[in-house]
């Protein structure tokens, strides 16, 4: 009886630490798809700040200057 108790013990920890490791696997996928969002989104932030600025100079040079 205490070696099925044991076997049924240990096969819940092997399944407990299968799921842990899913888990971890998909909690680095995540932050690893955090990460390229975030690069993309500093890119996109750039891009349009430089397109502002742009802007700014064109609407700059337009206005007559006193």
Not at 1 to 12: D, K, R
Not at 33 to 51: F, H, K, P, Q, V
């Amino acid at each position: 009886m205490a070696s099925s108790s044991v076997n049924l013990e240990l096969t819940m920890v092997v399944e407990l630490t299968r799921k842990a490791t899913e888990n971890l696997n998909e909690v680095e996928q995540l932050s690893s798809d955090l990460e390229e969002t975030a690069e993309e989104d500093g890119e996109n932030i750039a891009r349009l700040l430089a397109e502002a600025a742009s802007h700014l100079g064109q609407a700059l040079a337009l206005t007559p200057q006193k």
